[in-house]
């Protein structure tokens, strides 16, 4: 289960965030999940609860948030953007298999709240 290595380092991203910003309790995070980055929400999601939170401190009470970034492409060859909801090889406007993930291939902390 990689979501449980994941959920670490997204802890790891949050503590350095907080120190940065010398927060000394994290009271909400979002983190944002690219339908294309072969992350379960669920599993992160329980890794992140279950294993994370009641472990550290500053994090044990926060609210946590995931939310689901759709996949967009741009076509290399129509120069089009395409927002899908599952990953589709070819253009729908000019069937094109030059593709790039532009946006939904990622998992990061998109917001942390704290004091």
């Known amino acids: 289960m990689h979501e449980l ?3 670490l380092e997204l802890f790891e ?5 907080a120190k940065k910003n010398g927060l000394k309790k994290v009271s909400k995070v979002t983190i ?3 339908e294309a980055s072969g992350i379960k929400i669920d599993f992160l999601r329980h890794s992140f609860l279950d294993h994370i939170l009641p472990q ?4 044990k009470e926060a609210k946590v948030d995931f939310i689901s970034e759709t996949i967009k492409l741009k076509c290399g060859d129509c120069k089009r ?3 899908q909801d599952s990953f589709n090889p070819l253009c ?5 298999s030059n593709l790039e993930i532009i946006a939904g291939k990622g ?3 998109e917001s942390i709240e704290g004091e």
């Open 56 to 59: 550290n401190s500053i994090v």
């Open 5 to 7: 290595g994941e959920a």
């Open 81 to 83: 953007e395409v927002v």
């Open 107 to 109: 998992t990061y902390i």
């Open 92 to 96: 729908p406007f000019c069937q094109s």
């Open 32 to 34: 944002r999940v690219g």
């Open 13 to 17: 991203v949050i503590k350095s965030e």
